[in-house]
């Protein structure tokens, strides 16, 4: 009898555990979106290196869904809006991107890398000026996301501030 009674408890109380677990691993897989949006944009990375630009965008597309999905559950998340801002970018829609890039800020205005991608934006649509002010707010910051900025800027052959 003594053997039931223990078998009933491990029973219970693995489905207890198991419950207990489920509830977290829908947020794993919240942020599951996020990482495996990371991972698509990294290979659209590479194959546009390998000018392969409609297989690369078609990755960003899906990245960008993922975002969506993560942000529906976390808005408040700079790194997921500068995502959302990159994967609009690269697939060409620049209002988009500019509109996660500027919620991204007003969340963290000292946020890197929405610095350096929208001013990159700025430079994509001709907008120097713009480009330079973002350049202005990283340019204490001792980070790659200025010295990239600002290569891009003097490659195009405009004055940096």
Do not use: W
């Amino acid at each position: 009898m003594k053997k039931l009674f223990y078998i009933i408890i491990i029973c219970l109380t693995s489905q207890f555990a198991y419950a207990a677990g489920s509830d977290s691993s829908s947020d794993d897989t919240k942020s599951n979106y996020y990482k495996d949006a990371k991972k698509l944009v990294n290979r659209a990375g590479k194959l546009e290196k390998k000018e392969k630009v409609e297989k690369a965008k078609k990755l960003y597309s899906q990245a960008f869904e993922k975002l969506e999905k993560a942000y529906s559950s976390d808005s408040n998340n700079p790194d997921i809006l500068n995502y959302m801002g990159y994967t609009s970018r690269k697939i060409g829609n620049f209002e988009q991107a500019e509109k996660f890039y500027l919620k991204g800020l007003n969340i963290k205005p000292d946020h890197y890398g929405i610095n350096e991608y929208l001013g990159e934006l700025y430079v994509q649509t001709n907008r120097i000026d713009k480009a330079n002010e973002r350049l202005e707010v990283l340019k204490n910051c001792n980070c790659d996301e200025f010295k990239e900025l600002e290569l891009i800027i003097k490659t195009r052959g405009v004055k940096v501030y």
